[in-house]
């Protein structure tokens, strides 16, 4: 079974294929183009670099394309594209709109281009469809939560396989197959005591800290949008709601204008003022620059403020894990996180540590009570994963998964009953 995982951007197509023959997993190919203004032409070029390295012989042989859909109103988990799910992921344009405009544009080519070829989305706020409502709710006036203004979470397919992967490390297989079928079954696999926690950080150019008990969320750092919990690249992270009106009144801003700033001129580069990458801050940091330092030492201060909220919230954690491209390989980072923990039973090896780049690792002592590891991301292959999941259950989904009734009433069989409905 082959399924092709298509990563769209406003001005590129990344794509990975993905084979399931025999019960293996393998990746067949991977490739990208950049800067292309014309998603049907991404699609030829990615089809035919299939064809020419012999990956794919018919098109007609790919099972499905999956896709790493960001959010949409009223529907989550793992879906087969249907006109209901694009119009629920344009309901959300204004909330994500560096991703779901290029998405919805991307699939309605790849429905021209393949028309028999089932397309699925696995939505990013999938993770979190079973975290208790307190972690979720926002303080706002129930008009607004039925507008939709709540926690959605983010970065979904990574924590997810932090949350596979964790526990296949840790020596418990039930809980990793708890993970495994969490969107088959609403996390009713039983799992052994004692249960497993986990605090997984997806530090990169986005970044968030979840929760996990037994393979499932228990919160996150994301909200409402993207632009939430710790600083991104460009992006602010949290912020006072009062800060928006405040600066349109004393610095005459506009509300676009706002958006602007906080979505491109925030984050590490509104710290450090040159660079929003972590590279560049640490050389400057290195070198005297006291505004990278800051930069740095701000998004390691946010960090602790999610991890020690989840390790409290978890009555402690028997593994914090560090993934995507500052998490596997800032070193420093790490250690400026998990400074001054061994309270808590949380001891970083310096050496392991530093040795640790873009690989999997435990970077913890021996005697440290809590492990600290470095899982490498790996998000397209739990949208192959779950998109097989998907073709393989006897079911017909439907897209009438409903955040709001999902998260105020019988929330597991919701998910069952509605998500998995013949
Ligand atoms: P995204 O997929 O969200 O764009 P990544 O997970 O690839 O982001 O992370 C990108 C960020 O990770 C970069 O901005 C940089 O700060 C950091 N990073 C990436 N690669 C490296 C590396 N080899 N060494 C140190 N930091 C890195």
């Avoid at 307190?134 to 303080?139: F, K, P, Q």
């Avoid at 949290?238 to 005459?252: H, R």
Wanted: net charge neutral.
């Amino acid at each position: 079974m082959k399924i092709l995982v298509a990563n769209i951007g406003s001005t590129s197509l990344k794509w990975r294929l993905f084979d399931f023959s025999n019960g293996t997993e393998r990746l067949l190919h991977k490739g990208g183009v950049e800067r292309v203004d014309n998603h049907a032409r991404a699609i030829e070029e990615c089809l035919a670099a299939l064809n020419s390295g012999g990956h794919l012989g018919r098109e007609t042989d790919l099972a499905a394309v999956g896709f790493k859909t960001v959010m949409a109103r009223d529907v989550s988990g793992c879906v087969r594209i249907t006109d209901r799910v694009l119009a629920a992921m344009e309901a959300f344009n204004s909330l994500a709109p560096a991703h779901n405009p290029p998405y919805i544009a991307g699939i309605r080519q790849f429905q021209q281009r393949l028309p028999g070829v089932p397309l699925i989305a696995l939505f990013e706020t999938a993770f979190y469809q079973f975290a208790p409502e307190a972690m979720m709710r926002y303080a706002v006036p129930e008009a607004w939560h039925r507008a939709g203004v709540r926690r959605y979470g983010f970065h979904g397919a990574s924590h997810k396989f932090i949350a596979e992967r964790s526990a296949e490390l840790l020596g418990r297989e039930d809980v990793a197959e708890r993970a495994r079928r969490l969107y088959v079954d609403g996390g009713r696999t039983p799992a052994r005591e004692p249960s497993l926690r986990v605090i997984s950080c997806h530090l990169g150019g986005s970044s968030s800290v979840t929760g996990i008990n037994n393979g499932v969320a228990i919160g996150t750092s994301m909200g409402l949008s993207p632009q939430s919990g710790l600083p991104q690249n460009n992006r602010v992270g949290d912020l006072d709601s009062e800060a928006i009106p405040y600066v349109m009144k004393t610095l005459g801003l506009s509300v676009a204008e706002v958006q602007r700033q906080l979505t491109r001129e925030s984050g590490l580069l509104g710290l450090s003022g040159f660079s929003n990458d972590t590279r560049d801050l640490a050389e400057a940091a290195e070198a005297g620059s006291e505004s990278a330092k800051l930069a740095l030492a701000v998004l390691a201060a946010s960090a602790r403020h999610w991890i020690g909220s989840f390790f409290f919230e978890l009555n402690g954690v028997e593994a914090i894990v560090f993934t995507a491209g500052i998490g596997e390989n800032q070193s420093q980072l790490r250690e400026d996180i998990c400074r001054n923990l061994d309270e808590l039973g949380i001891e970083l090896d310096p050496a392991l540590n530093q040795a640790t780049r873009a690989t999997e690792a435990v970077i913890s002592t021996t005697g440290s009570r809590v492990k600290v590891l470095v899982i490498p991301a790996n998000e397209e292959l739990v949208v192959a994963r779950e998109a097989r999941r998907l073709l393989e259950s006897n079911h017909i989904p439907l897209p009438t998964n409903d955040f709001t009734h999902a998260f105020t009433h019988n929330k597991e069989q919701t998910y069952a009953s509605s998500h998995w409905t013949h």
